[in-house]
């Protein structure tokens, strides 16, 4: 199943909306007008997940937020937005009924997570920790997406009890590649429709409150192994001047059926990493204007993996994928930045979705072209 992320538009609320009525009981459910609230005044909190359409694209789940300013969940933090603040309140992670069970809304939390710990060390937006709350029997599903428990919470919405759980974030260990220019993601309540149905109960031992959380024991030897890298190859990425003939050795030779094409699967320039972002013959070759993707001068290294674009207008060479982002195999989106597209558009840039390592190269938000530098990615050759 194809799915892919972006944020979810004013347009598609009320689909939204749709979904959380399927998914929670009555005395849950948010409004259709707090919805609207929610989307205008953090859109870039209000996360969906997509299946790619004829038309377009299917919106089949969500993760709406706001922020507060508050350490614990509260009421208050529930119901205001306030911006700038440095936690998140996530009050929905919903999806829709025939898609439940295929660990969409794992996909959907891990995404929304990830989004925010590689722009957590932007120190201009002191984003600190996600918190949220759900019931006891969904207390794994949120553990396996990072959440530690906290404890009953004083916030009561509905006839069930409600537990606290949290992730707290560390700026000095998030990936400084992006920093410079993509946007925090923060987050904080939560419920979720994902595996359990609406109104199911939890069992009689999941029911009571446990007094603190149970300690286990971690095997023998497992924390060894858990260090230990994999034994797995990664494939090895050329960077474009390692080749004698630069672009004659990278580009297939242009035929009747379509442009030249990249000759060889475009992989993450970074070591180690080598993920592969698209396979040979995906992307077409392109000679245009270069793009500013990079921040000022002395405010973020450029990391050493990514080779330099000459300064706008001066001529670059890119990779161009057209139609849709499920022609990736890999590749992981900003949120839109300060640049504008060379269109006038708002911006979003590329990254290696595995290691976070980017820009890559850019997009238009909403638009179906994608641009990688050809010097910013590596070849399997």
């Known amino acids: 199943m194809s799915i892919f992320y972006d944020l979810v538009s004013a347009s598609e609320i009320g689909d939204a909306h749709k979904i959380e009525l399927q998914g929670y009981p009555e005395d849950e459910a948010g409004s259709l007008e707090t919805f609207r609230y929610r989307q205008s005044q953090a859109p870039d909190l209000f996360l969906g997940a997509y299946v790619p359409t004829g038309s377009g694209r299917r919106l089949i789940g969500y993760i709406c937020s706001t922020l507060s300013p508050d350490t614990t969940l509260t009421h208050a933090s529930m119901s205001k937005h306030v911006p700038g603040s440095s936690s998140v309140c996530i009050h929905s992670v919903c999806v829709a009924p025939e898609y439940r069970r295929q660990k969409v809304g794992l996909g959907l939390l891990k995404e929304y997570v990830s ?49 606290e759980m949290r992730k707290e974030f560390q700026p000095q260990n998030a990936s400084p590649d992006l920093a410079a220019t993509s946007q925090p ?18 069992s009689a031992s999941a029911s009571q409150e446990p007094a603190q959380a149970q300690t286990q024991t971690v095997p023998p030897g497992l924390w060894e192994a858990l260090q230990r890298q994999s034994s797995r190859a990664r494939p090895v990425a050329r960077p474009l001047t390692s080749f004698p003939n630069a672009a004659q050795d990278v580009v297939s030779d242009a035929d009747a059926q379509g442009p030249p094409s990249n000759k060889h699967d475009l992989l993450c320039p970074r070591l180690g990493c080598g993920s592969v972002i698209l396979k040979a013959g995906a992307a077409s070759w392109v000679e245009r204007a270069s793009v500013q993707l990079d921040p000022p001068a002395g405010r973020h290294a450029l990391p050493e993996a990514l080779g330099r674009l000459p300064d706008p207008p001066a001529t670059a060479q890119w990779w161009l994928v057209r139609g849709s982002a499920m022609a990736f195999e890999n590749i992981g989106f900003s949120r839109p930045v300060q640049q504008t597209a060379p269109s006038g558009g708002r911006m979003k840039l590329l990254a290696c979705a595995e290691c976070d390592l980017g820009p890559l190269g850019w997009c238009e938000e909403g638009g179906t072209e994608f641009w990688l530098a050809s010097n910013r990615v590596g070849y399997r050759a």
């Open 115 to 163: 989004r925010l710990s590689s722009t957590s060390c932007d120190d201009s937006k002191p984003y600190a920790r996600v918190l949220l709350i759900a019931h006891q029997e969904l207390r794994s599903f949120y553990e396996q997406a990072g959440f530690e428990w906290v404890g009953r919470s004083a916030v009561v919405h509905g006839p069930r009890p409600w537990f």
């Open 185 to 202: 993601l923060n987050l904080s309540i939560a419920r979720t429709s994902e595996d359990v149905s609406s109104g199911t109960r939890p």
